[in-house]
């Protein structure tokens, strides 16, 4: 029903910026929350940053002041601007979104993943 699709990801050097992006497709009724995750090699996945409906934001400590969330409603996308990168940021960054949906139940809420894009950061 709701399709997340990130990109953006790719090869820079330390110290550099990349802008990630997620856009939503499919039937749905509204996006409710979005955030980022990042699973680094070898490690699970982690929280990254989260846009509220309300448009707060809020992020993980490790991004504070260098990684910044924000959101396109009418085109229904997300963005991750990444500054500063570090080597410690290569990560498979993954985009998720709470969507309510229609159905013959009525309105559903739940949470849909993208499938990934790659950032890799090199010294």
């Known amino acids: 029903q709701v399709q997340l699709v990130e990109s953006g990801g790719g090869l820079v050097q330390a110290g550099g910026s990349l802008r990630l992006s997620c856009a939503a497709s499919g039937s749905f009724f509204s996006i409710n929350s979005m955030d980022w995750y990042r699973q680094p090699p070898g490690k699970q996945r982690e929280w990254v940053a989260v846009?509220?409906?309300?448009?707060?934001?809020d992020y993980a400590d490790y991004v504070k002041g260098r990684f910044t969330i924000f959101r396109d409603n009418a085109k229904n996308m997300v963005y991750l601007q990444m500054n500063s990168l570090q080597p410690e940021d290569t990560a498979v960054y993954y985009c998720?979104?709470?969507?309510?949906?229609?159905?013959?139940?009525?309105?559903?809420?739940?949470?849909?993943w993208g499938q990934g894009t790659q950032v890799t950061v090199s010294s």
């Open positions: 998720n979104a709470v969507v309510t949906t229609l159905s013959t139940i009525g309105r559903v809420t739940r949470d849909y």
């Open positions: 846009s509220t409906s309300g448009r707060s934001t």
